[in-house]
Structures are given as C-alpha cells and as structure tokens.
C-alpha cells in the first residue's frame, strides 16, 4: 500500500469509457444533477451507530456522494478497508470511524474533481474523530489496475464499492484486481446496478445511461459466472431494490430492460472442498450482536443452531467471522457433500420485499440493520 495521502498511477492508459465518465462526474454539482437514481442511495432502515458516523463527514463531501447503497459490512474494528471508486470520500470517512484508530481505509478513485473534495477535508475528519492520525488515504488510480496504482496483493481485510464496477469496461478485470490485493478470508462486499438482461449496444454506447451507472450495468447472472473465473466464492446476494429512470426519453430507449440495485457478498476462500455443517451465532459483533443478517437466505439469531451449506461452512471458518460462530457436524447426514443453496435472483428478491413491506423495496437482510429483521 502507498504511504503517501495521494498517489496515481500512470501507466493504464483510459479508455473512450473512462474519459466520457470522468466528463460525465466532473459536470456534477450535486445529486440533484442525476437523471435517474441509480445513482442515489435508497431509504433503507440505517442503524444508529452509522447515522452517527454519517453525521460526522463534512457536508461538502455528502453532497457530494453518488452512491447506489449503504455499503457497510460487519466486523470492521482494525481492518484494512479498500472503496473501489471512493469519489468523495463520503464512505471513507464513515467507515474511518468504524475501523477505528488502529484500522486504516483506503480510497481509489480515477476522477481528480472528486479526489480534491476527499482529500481537502482529510485533517478536518481526523480531528472530528479525535484521532492522533488520519487513517485515512486517497489514491488516484483505475480499479481496473490497482497494482499500478501502489496497492499491494494479499493486504486488505475488506474492499467495498458502491455503484462503481458499472461503469467499468472490464468488470472481470475489476474483480480480478480486486480478488489479489484481499487478504486470504478476505471479503469484497458491494452495492452495484444490474439488469434484467444483457444490454444492447445502442443503451451501452449512451454516454448519459453508463454516466448513470445504467448503460455499464451487468446482467446479474453474468456476475456469478465472472467471479468464479476469478476465483471468489460464488456470490451471495444480501438485498436488492429497484431502479427507475425518471427521464421518458431515456426509459424509451431502454424499453423493457429492468435495474435493481443489488448488494453481493465474495470471499477469496482456500480451494478446498467443505461440508455442510451446523454453525451458531455466539452474537459478538458490534451492530448486529443478537441477529445477524448475513444474507437474504441466512439471519443468524444468537445462540440458534442454523444448518448451513458446504458453501456458507468454508466462508465463516476461514473469514473475520470465524471466532464469531460455533460449528458443530451436520445434523442431516450430509457428511461429505459440498452443497449449496440456489442462486437467488435479485429482481424475484426484490418483488417478495414488496410483498412482505408494500411501498418499499429497500426493507431486507442489508446488513448493519437491527435485529427486527429477525422477526
């Protein structure tokens, strides 16, 4: 990792895409800017603790803030923290006050206007938090290349993103860079756009619909296929909610093509085979100490026995959550199988949340919630 609070990597050279979404961030003023809210984070239920920390970052950098979600997972206390596309840095010094002192967060953005908001108020947020040091740092670069930009392979605890693998060119690449600067055990937890279907040249050529994370948007089952080529677990889908463009010439020429905002969870895991297990939650981590809500398909209540699969086994015994569980051998004779629980698709995750909360599709099994998710 680079010592420095900036650093830039100048060797990957831009491509058309880059430039028009350097162009495209560099005219915005504010969110009121946006033509659609891809862009916006949803109203979902915040947590206390991370209202708290919101309320600490500087103004100038939350309006400054084009997120599509709330990007915060568990068990963040001394970790190393890597946000792919930082931009302001909102997010940065939110989970700054997470980390805490003896952790540190990273922030890598290509887009210099966002950069010199983050980077001004860095002295600002280190005396705001009663820090002796900033443990934070900025690094302009391309997610697509963080080794050039001074990232070192096998560091970091944690990397999150938040509405920016979109508007990557080679979003396998992403993953890829991304997948070697994790630590073994380590997670990429983040919120992204994803469509319905895979999109047509005409809407991926729109410079106005990839400017608003629609036009680079991945088709969701595409995701699964790409980060187990590159070697993260398979992803397991946390919560989704839906995306409108409220813009009549740009919904026409997206026709029937759906979005949703969907938060993913990857593990860079050992390459060994696991078998389905009984966990328990021993209810020790900050937020979420009586119900974790690890995934839509798993909420670990504390001290409740809960099967798991082969899958969901080798993620919490070789990830930061392993001395948070308890496991035990399975109780349903499944010794030996390595089995996993079915693919859910975001859209359908998205259509039973209206159904359980009418009127909204932000309610789910986001992490960080309180334990009423647990009812």
């Keep these: 990792m680079t010592d420095n609070k900036s650093g830039c990597a100048k060797s990957f050279s831009d491509s058309s895409i880059h430039v028009d979404v350097k162009e495209y961030y560099s005219l915005l003023k504010s969110t009121s800017d946006l033509k659609s809210n891809a862009c916006v984070a949803p109203a979902i239920p915040v947590p206390a603790f991370i209202r708290q920390a919101l309320s600490k970052v500087h103004h100038h950098v939350s309006s400054k803030y084009y997120g599509c979600g709330l990007v915060v997972p568990e068990s963040l206390e001394g970790c190393r923290v890597l946000d792919l596309g930082s931009g302001s840095g909102r997010d940065c010094y939110m989970l700054s006050q997470l980390v805490g002192q003896e952790g540190h967060v990273t922030g890598i953005d290509m887009t210099q206007d966002q950069l010199d908001v983050a980077t001004k108020y860095l002295d600002h947020h280190m005396k705001e938090f009663g820090y002796k040091t900033s443990n934070v740092s900025f690094v302009q670069g391309y997610i697509e290349s963080l080794a050039e930009a001074g990232l070192q392979k096998d560091y970091f605890d944690i990397i999150i993103s938040n509405c920016v693998v979109n508007l990557s060119p080679d979003k396998k690449r992403v993953l890829a860079e991304a997948y070697n600067v994790l630590k073994d055990g380590g997670e990429l937890y983040f919120s992204d756009v994803y469509s319905s279907g895979r ?3 005409e809407i991926k050529k729109h410079k106005v619909l990839w400017g608003e ?12 296929q790409l980060a187990e080529e590159v070697g993260f ?5 946390v919560t989704a909610s839906t995306i409108t463009v409220d813009n009549q010439d740009l919904q026409d020429i997206l026709g029937d093509f759906k979005f949703v905002s969907a938060t993913y969870r990857l593990f860079k895991l050992p390459k060994a085979s696991s078998k389905p297990c009984q966990v328990i939650y021993n209810g020790g981590i900050a937020g979420v100490e009586s119900c974790f809500p690890f995934d839509c398909q798993y909420t670990f209540k504390a001290e409740e026995v809960r099967e798991v699969d082969g899958d969901l086994a080798n993620i919490l015994r070789s990830s930061r959550f392993a001395e948070d569980f308890t496991f035990e051998p399975s109780g349903k004779g499944l010794c030996g199988v390595g089995a996993k629980e079915s693919l859910v698709d975001p859209f359908e995750l998205v259509l039973q949340l209206e159904k359980q909360s009418p009127g909204s599709t932000t309610r789910g099994c986001c992490s960080t919630q309180s334990a009423s998710c647990c009812k």
């Design 233 to 237: 677990s398979r992803p397991r889908l």
């Design 213 to 224: 994370c629609i036009g680079g948007a991945l088709f969701w089952e595409d995701l699964v």
């Design 199 to 201: 999109l047509t040249d």
